[in-house]
């Protein structure tokens, strides 16, 4: 028997087509889960009504009881999930960013269980941002949960029972992002940092300026996006390279290629792509001791620093730079970690959640 699957989830431009959690739908099994994908914009774009006057009045409202990542796309998202629920047999709506449209047609989970689709979301962000993204409300109604460390585990037990909670830890396309073939032969050890959403730039900054001396370290920084490159506070540092330009898939994945570890401090995480990407891509980690970056990297794939205390980050970067053996050792457990967190692995937690929702 087919499980019907109504999925929202929000566009996100800076996103290749090997990133992101959606992934994990192209491993699951199609013959039983039948998927239908509804994308909003993370704009007001997609709402029928363009009048600013109304669109302005009607953000206000739908964004009031606290859901500020809310938009009139993801309004216009809930309607059509609802005119889908009276018009063909949905099984489970599963909205992969909570904090972005989970909001109303949470209501339905006040329907007798035997008449209505059952309603799952997906949250992504810590604790800390929770309380400021999300309605308790709405998900103290939900039938399930799904979230992505588990730092955030604390929050969701607060509003549900631990029966309707699950940690499924995100995954990774282990066959675009993988080592690259070609050896360098430059001299250069280049320290890789992507990414824009909760980075500690001044840490990163503080870094680079101790290591100026050092002619043989670079750090390169991608952190643009669609809309073009982000400040960063690393401008006028001779030892950086930012990517101004927005890469491709393929020019991301040579980023990675090209680089002999990944350097990422972090202000706070659950999930992190360029984590999972450089991992894929055999880099050795230099990031910051966070309980989700430690679920992620839990071996030898990974120095985390507490703090991103720079003075550390330096000591840990001149020992890898100067370290070949270190460094091969930490590239094969990345590696490693990373084929363990294939989406072929994580798909089927995924089905597990459907079939228990329907009971089929």
């Known amino acids: 028997m087919t499980i019907k699957i109504h999925l ?66 993801d309004l216009t998202a809930e309607i059509r999930a609802l005119r889908k629920c009276f018009r063909n047999k949905v099984d489970v709506i599963h909205y992969m960013d909570g904090e972005h449209s989970a909001q109303y047609l949470s209501w339905l989970c006040k329907l007798p269980r035997n008449v209505r689709p059952k309603v799952v979301a997906t949250y992504h ?29 604390s929050y969701f037990r607060e509003l549900l029972p631990p029966d309707k ?27 890789i940092t992507v990414g824009h959403w909760l980075r500690d730039f001044k840490a990163i900054r503080e870094v680079a300026e101790k290591l100026t001396v050092y002619k043989d370290i670079e750090f390169h920084v991608v952190s643009s996006n669609l809309t073009g490159p982000r400040l960063t506070g690393l401008e006028g540092l001779t030892n950086v390279i930012l990517y101004r330009d927005t890469l491709d898939d393929a020019g991301l994945l ?53 703090d991103n205390d720079p003075k550390q980050f330096v000591e840990v970067i001149l020992r890898l730079s100067q370290t070949t053996d270190e460094c091969k050792n930490m590239a094969r457990e990345a ?21 228990k929702l329907t009971g089929k």
């Open 125 to 153: 962000q810590p604790p800390e941002l929770l309380n400021s993204l999300t309605n308790k409300r709405v998900i103290s109604m939900l039938d399930h949960v799904t979230v992505v460390s588990p730092e955030q585990i």
């Open 254 to 306: 040579e980023r990675y290629q090209q680089s002999d570890i990944l350097f990422l401090p972090l202000l706070n995480s659950t999930a992190n792509n360029a984590l999972l990407e450089g991992i894929a891509c055999g880099l050795p980690v230099v990031s910051t001791y966070l309980p989700s970056v430690k679920a992620y990297l839990p071996g030898n794939e990974a120095i985390l620093i507490k």
């Open 335 to 355: 590696r490693k970690r990373a084929e363990s967190l294939d989406w072929r692995n994580i798909a089927p937690q995924y089905e597990a959640v459907y079939s």
């Open 8 to 73: 929202i989830r929000t566009r996100r431009p800076h996103w290749g087509k090997y990133s992101g959690i959606n992934q994990y739908l192209a491993y699951i099994d199609h013959n039983k889960y039948h998927v239908d994908i509804y994308i909003a914009a993370d704009s007001d774009e997609d709402f029928p009504i363009k009048s600013k006057t109304v669109c302005k009045w009607l953000r206000y409202l739908v964004q009031r009881k606290g859901m500020q990542y809310y938009k009139l796309s």
């Open 165 to 191: 909670i699950s940690m499924i830890l995100h995954g990774i396309d282990v066959d675009f992002f993988r080592p690259g073939s070609k050896l360098r032969t430059d001299g250069k050890f280049r320290c």
